[in-house]
């Protein structure tokens, strides 16, 4: 059974949904439209390729909206992921840019705290997702005045009081236009559309980030219990979507 088998299952208010997320998509293309013809993008969207990112993907492309996309490419991505991330390089409409982290500082990380670094301590993790996202993730937003997510409230209790319209950073707004969408409206999607997804969302991975950092989740097991694993449950951030004061705090989701 694959993920569409197992998880596409509508909502009842689906409809009403899916007319919100479009409307604000719609919206925020006007609200931050490039300031000349031909300017730069000032809204982009962050994908990590998981299932709710290629659905705002795929909405971004069919109202053919000016607006970007971008991934975190760290280095340590699946196999699958890179695959995908190769597709939508090649059939997407909108420009999709690809950010890295700075060479230089991962080699002197890797060899100061060694490859399996984060297994260490919850620091020491934080401070490779610093390098790996965070640090890209600031030039990703350089200049722009809003970005896209697909966070859901659903998705953990961390998560759950997501807005549609975060506008707590005074340096852009955050908008999280599948914030109400349920994962079964999520799937139901990708299989009204037959959007390309990640294949490892049909080898039990809902929610999917850096090899060594995601397994697989097992039936009755938390959305996001397979990221992270050897971590206490509060700390599953890696710092793409929460309030950072400092360098370690910043170190990634």
Not at 37 to 44: D, H, P, V, Y
Not at 55 to 65: D, R, T
Not at 202 to 226: K, L, M, W
Request: hydrophobic content about 40%; overall charge negative; some cysteine.
């Amino acid at each position: 059974m694959n993920a569409i088998e197992l998880n596409a299952h509508a909502s009842n208010d689906f409809d009403a949904k899916l007319a919100e997320t479009t409307a604000l998509l719609q919206q925020a293309a006007r609200d931050y439209a490039p300031l000349s013809a031909g300017g730069a993008l000032r809204i982009t969207q962050a994908s990590s390729l998981g299932a709710e990112d290629v659905v705002v993907s795929h909405l971004i492309n069919a109202l053919q909206l000016d607006i970007g996309i971008f991934v975190l490419e760290t280095g340590m991505l699946h196999p699958e992921t890179l695959d995908l991330l190769a597709r939508l390089k090649a059939t997407s409409r909108a420009p999709v840019e690809v950010f890295t982290p700075v060479n230089e500082s991962v080699v002197h990380f890797v060899a100061r705290e060694g490859k399996d670094a984060m297994y260490k301590s919850i620091e020491l993790r934080k401070a490779c997702c610093h390098i790996r996202k965070m640090e890209p993730l600031s030039r990703a937003l350089a200049g722009k005045d809003a970005w896209i997510t697909g966070l859901r409230r659903e998705q953990s209790g961390a998560r759950a009081e997501v807005p549609l319209i975060d506008k707590s950073d005074a340096s852009r707004v955050k908008l999280n236009p599948l914030a109400n969408w349920t994962w079964g409206d999520v799937w139901h999607f990708i299989a009204l559309h037959k959007i390309d997804y990640n294949p490892l969302h049909d080898q039990f991975y809902p929610s999917i980030g850096c090899a060594p950092c995601t397994r697989a989740v097992s039936a009755g097991e938390d959305f996001r219990a397979g990221r992270w694993w050897w971590e206490n449950e509060t700390a599953k951030e890696c710092g793409l979507h929460v309030t950072q004061s400092s360098p370690l705090e910043k170190a990634p989701g």
